[in-house]
Nanobody
């Protein structure tokens, strides 16, 4: 059974930083594409960043230069370092694992950025 457990988000002031982590189990982590998505009230869930098993990364235009996704294959964990946060980054952030063409989701963690 696949489990994705995200760290607790939190409240941070604008231009501040926050790091999220997501620990995976039940998948072969090294060959899984891992990603972070976010969803604000009334909006669709959107891709924030993704990292392949080989370490290739892709980012939403809105977070390029501010967010960094990384992974620790020894610990089956993916990270999202968020810097220069803006109020519009406020959302529930979800960890995603894509393994054997199936998508798995974490429970989500709230990030609130105050102006």
């Amino acid at each position: 059974q696949v489990h994705l457990v995200e760290s607790v988000g939190g409240l941070v002031q604008a231009v501040g930083s926050l790091r999220l982590s997501c620990a995976a189990s039940g998948v072969i982590f090294t060959v899984s594409d891992m990603g972070w998505y976010r969803q604000s009230p009334g909006k669709q869930r959107e891709l924030v960043a993704v990292i392949s098993g080989s370490g290739s990364t892709n980012y939403a235009d809105s977070v390029k230069g501010r967010f960094t996704i990384s992974r620790d294959n020894a610990k089956d964990t993916v990270f999202l370092q968020m810097s220069s946060l803006k109020p519009e980054d406020t959302a529930a952030y979800y960890c995603n694992a894509r393994f054997l063409n199936l998508n798995y989701w974490g429970q989500g963690t709230q990030v609130t950025v105050s102006s």
